[in-house]
C-alpha cells in the first residue's frame, strides 16, 4: 500500500472516530448535568471526570495517529477501538454500541434508519430496541440484554432485578409487580399478576387487637403479605422469556458485589442517599452488611436454579421452590414467629402467579388494556369511555374547558373505583357495567361544565342509575401514606413488548435473609363491609397499573407511572397528549399535567379532599380562573412520575421518555 492511499485511509476512518469522540464527551457531560439536577452529585462527578478522559485520550491517541508512517495501519486501529470502547456511559453494561438519550452514536448501520437523538438521560430512540426505566443502572443492565439477544421479558426482568437494589426506597425484591406483556408470536396482550396476599392469621379482629384497628404503614412488620415480584419475573421468563434467572440476575449480582463490599460500598451508600434511587437511610456498616446478606440471597437462587440438569422451565420452577417452598420460606417463617409477624410458611408454599387475560376498551381506534380490578387500572377505561366523543381536540390542550372536563370525568369514576373495586377473588366488582354504553352515557351527564363537583359521587351499575346515593366509605381513622413505585417499559426487535409498575414501598429487613419485604398490607383496612376489608389469602387491592396501547392488533405506545394515586391520572393525560394531540413521546410524557385528590386515599385510606385541584401555573396563564368554577385550586405539580414507549408500526422506530429521574436508552 503506498503512503498517499495510506494517509487517505486515515481521513476517511477518522472523520467519524473525531465525531463520535466529541459526540460521546458531549453526551457524557449532559448526563452529568442531568444527574446534577436529580441530586445524584457523586454520578455528576464520575460522569464529567470520564468526559474529560475521553477527550484527553483521545488528543493522545491522535498524535499518535499522526506521528504514523508507512503502511502501519496500528496507530489508527488503537485509536478507532480506544473511542469506541469509551464512547458510551461509563456505568454502561451494554457495550460500545449501547445508546441512550445522552449518548449521541451513529445506529444507522445497525438499525437501517437513522434519527436525531434526543437530548439528555431522559429520552432515546432506537429501531431495534428500547428501554426506560427508573435507574441508570437498570437501564443498562436491560439495554445490554437486548442487544446480547434476550427479548423484551428478558431485559425487563434483568432491568427489575437490579432495580429491586438501587431504587429500594421505591420498589424491593420482597414485593410486587403488575407486568403486562404482548406476545408477539401470539398476538396477545396478558396480565402477570405478580402481588401476593394476605397472611392467613390476617384478620380484622387481629388488627383491631394488636393495632388499634389500623394497619399501620412502612415499619411494620404486621404489614406484610406474600412477595409476589420473583414468581412475576419467573413466570414471566418461563412464559414468553428466552434466559434463564441465572443469566437476568448477572447484572444484580454485579451491583450487590460492590454494594456488599466495604471499599466500594462508599460511593453507591453516598449516591443512593442524594438520588432517587437508594437504600436505607443507614450507616455505611449496615448498608454494607444487607447487601452483603441480599448477595448471599441471590446467590443461593442461583445455585438452586443450576442444581438440577433439567431444562430452562425447570432451572425457573427450582428456583420457585426454593424461595416459596423451601429454605427461604421456612427461614422467612421463623423470623416471622420470632419477631411478631403474621406471616408463615404456608403463605408463601400457597402463592401462585396467575396470567390473565386484560381489560379493554376501544378509543379513537385505539385497544386500550390495562389490568383488572384488583388495581386502580380498570378506572382510567371508563374515564377514556365518558372523554370519547367529547371534542377534545376543539377544546384544546389544558384549555380551561379541557381541564375541567377531564377532571370532572376522573373524579366520577374514582368514585366508583372507590366503591367498587377490590379482589375479585372476595368481592363481585361490576366491571362489565361500569364500562357499559348504558352506563357510561349516565355518568357522563352528571358533569356540570360550569361548576365542579364537591361531593363523591358513585353510580349504581346494578341497578342501572347515575346515582348510587351515598358516597364510598370514608371512615375518619386512617393509617399512613405512601411515596413509592417506579417503572420498567421495554420493547425489542421481535415486536414483543413489556409494560410493567414494580413497587412495595420497602418495608420490614427479614433479619439476615437478605431480603427487604413491602407493605403492601396498607391497601387493606378493617372496615366492614368495604370491599377492601383485610381477610386471609385475600389481596390489597393496588394503584399499580401499566398501560399498553395497540392499533390494528400491533402495539404502538406503553405507558407506566409511579404516583400512588395519582398514576392513572398521569397516565391518562400522556395517552390523551400521544393519541387526540398528536404530540411527541418525550413532549407528551413532559407536558404540564394536574390531578385532583377527591378520591379516597389508596394509602391509609383518607377521606378525599372534595373539589381539589392540583396544577401548575405553566400549564394554562389563566388557570386562576378555575376558581370561579367551584375547584379549589393548589397551584404546584401533582406527585407522578410518568415514561412513555411509543412503537411506529410502519417503521418499526421506538421512541423512550420518561419525566425527570426517569432513564431512557435504545439501540
Not at 408470536?185 to 388499634?212: D, M, N, S, Y
Not at 358533569?447 to 351499575?461: T, Y
Not at 376558581?627 to 418499526?652: E, F, M, N, W, Y
Request: charged share 20%.
Amino acid at each position: 500500500m503506498d503512503q498517499s492511499h495510506t494517509r487517505a485511509d486515515h481521513t476517511i476512518a477518522g472523520a467519524p472516530v473525531i465525531g463520535a469522540t466529541v459526540s460521546a464527551a458531549d453526551g457524557l457531560l449532559q448526563e452529568a448535568r442531568a444527574a446534577r439536577q436529580t441530586g445524584e452529585q457523586i454520578a455528576a462527578r464520575r460522569l464529567s471526570r470520564t468526559a474529560l478522559r475521553v477527550l484527553i485520550g483521545f488528543v493522545t491517541g491522535l498524535c499518535c495517529l499522526v506521528g504514523e508512517s508507512g503502511g502501519g495501519g496500528a496507530g489508527r486501529w488503537a485509536l478507532a477501538s480506544w473511542t469506541q470502547e469509551r464512547t458510551v456511559d461509563p456505568t454502561n453494561s451494554a457495550g460500545p454500541n449501547a445508546a441512550s438519550g445522552g449518548e449521541r452514536q451513529d445506529r444507522g448501520a445497525t438499525a437501517g434508519r437513522r434519527s436525531e437523538p434526543p437530548t439528555g438521560n431522559r429520552a432515546a430512540n432506537g429501531q431495534q430496541g428500547a428501554i426506560v426505566t427508573g435507574s441508570r443502572q437498570s437501564r443498562d443492565a436491560g439495554l445490554a440484554m437486548l442487544q446480547q439477544g434476550g427479548n423484551a421479558v428478558d431485559a425487563a426482568v434483568t432491568s427489575m432485578l437490579v432495580q429491586s437494589v438501587v431504587e429500594n426506597r421505591l420498589f424491593c425484591f420482597g414485593s410486587e409487580v403488575p407486568i403486562m406483556v404482548y406476545d408477539a408470536k401470539r398476538g396477545v396482550v396478558e396480565v402477570i399478576v405478580g402481588l401476593g396476599a394476605a397472611p392467613r392469621l390476617a384478620t380484622p379482629e387481629w388488627f383491631r387487637e394488636h393495632r388499634q384497628g389500623l394497619i399501620q404503614g412502612r415499619d411494620d412488620i404486621a404489614n406484610v403479605v406474600v412477595p409476589g415480584f420473583l414468581d412475576a419475573c419467573l413466570t414471566a421468563l418461563a412464559k414468553y422469556g428466552t434466559r434463564s434467572f441465572s443469566d437476568c440476575a448477572q447484572p444484580m449480582l454485579e451491583v450487590l458485589r460492590q454494594r456488599a463490599t466495604p471499599d466500594t460500598a462508599g460511593e453507591a451508600e453516598a449516591e443512593g442517599r442524594t438520588g432517587r434511587a437508594g437504600g436505607p437511610a443507614q450507616d455505611l456498616t449496615a448498608f454494607v452488611q444487607h447487601h452483603q446478606n441480599f448477595l448471599r440471597l441471590i446467590e443461593r437462587l442461583v445455585a438452586a436454579e443450576q442444581a438440577g440438569q433439567s431444562d430452562r422451565e425447570g432451572g425457573l420452577r427450582r428456583v420457585s421452590d426454593y424461595f416459596y417452598r423451601g429454605p427461604i420460606a421456612r427461614e422467612l417463617d421463623a423470623w416471622s414467629r420470632d419477631n411478631g409477624g403474621l406471616l408463615r410458611y404456608v403463605d408463601m408454599a400457597q402463592h401462585v402467579t396467575r396470567v390473565e387475560d386484560p381489560l379493554r376498551v376501544s378509543f379513537r381506534g385505539y385497544d386500550v388494556y390495562k389490568c383488572g380490578v384488583w388495581t386502580q387500572g380498570p378506572y382510567a377505561l371508563q374515564t377514556l369511555r365518558m372523554l370519547e366523543d367529547r371534542g377534545l381536540n376543539d377544546l384544546g390542550h389544558n384549555s380551561l374547558d379541557y381541564v375541567h372536563l377531564v377532571v370532572e370525568s376522573i373524579k366520577l369514576a374514582m368514585a366508583d373505583r372507590d366503591a367498587y373495586f377490590g379482589d375479585p377473588h372476595f368481592v363481585e366488582v361490576p366491571i362489565q357495567q361500569l364500562l357499559s354504553d348504558e352506563y357510561v352515557a349516565m355518568r357522563r351527564s352528571l358533569i356540570d361544565m360550569q361548576q365542579a363537583a364537591q361531593v363523591q359521587q358513585p353510580g349504581d351499575p346494578y341497578g342501572m342509575q347515575p346515582l348510587l346515593g351515598i358516597p364510598p366509605q370514608d371512615y375518619k381513622t386512617h393509617s399512613g401514606h405512601s411515596d413509592d413505585t417506579t417503572s420498567c417499559l421495554v420493547a425489542d426487535a421481535w415486536g414483543n413488548v413489556v409494560s410493567a409498575t414494580p413497587s412495595g414501598w420497602g418495608g420490614v429487613i427479614a433479619g439476615d435473609i437478605g431480603l427487604e419485604l413491602g407493605s403492601r398490607m396498607i391497601g387493606l383496612h378493617t372496615w366492614e363491609g368495604h370491599p377492601s376489608i383485610v381477610a386471609p389469602n385475600k389481596r390489597p387491592r393496588i394503584t399499580l397499573t401499566p398501560t399498553l396501547v395497540l392499533q390494528q392488533g400491533k402495539p404502538v405506545l406503553a405507558i407506566s407511572v409511579a404516583g400512588g394515586d395519582q398514576q392513572d391520572q398521569a397516565a391518562l393525560q400522556v395517552l390523551l397528549n400521544r393519541l387526540v394531540f398528536q404530540m411527541e413521546p418525550e413532549a407528551a410524557v413532559r407536558a404540564p399535567r394536574f390531578g385532583t385528590d377527591h378520591h379516597i386515599n389508596w394509602f391509609g385510606h383518607e377521606p378525599a379532599k372534595l373539589g381539589s385541584l392540583t396544577a401548575p401555573r405553566e400549564l394554562n396563564p389563566a388557570i386562576e380562573e378555575l376558581r370561579q368554577r367551584g375547584h379549589d385550586l393548589k397551584v404546584g405539580r401533582p406527585a407522578a412520575s410518568a415514561v412513555i414507549l411509543t412503537i411506529d408500526p410502519t417503521s418499526g422506530l421506538k421512541q423512550a421518555a420518561g419525566d425527570r429521574g426517569r432513564y431512557a436508552g435504545g439501540y
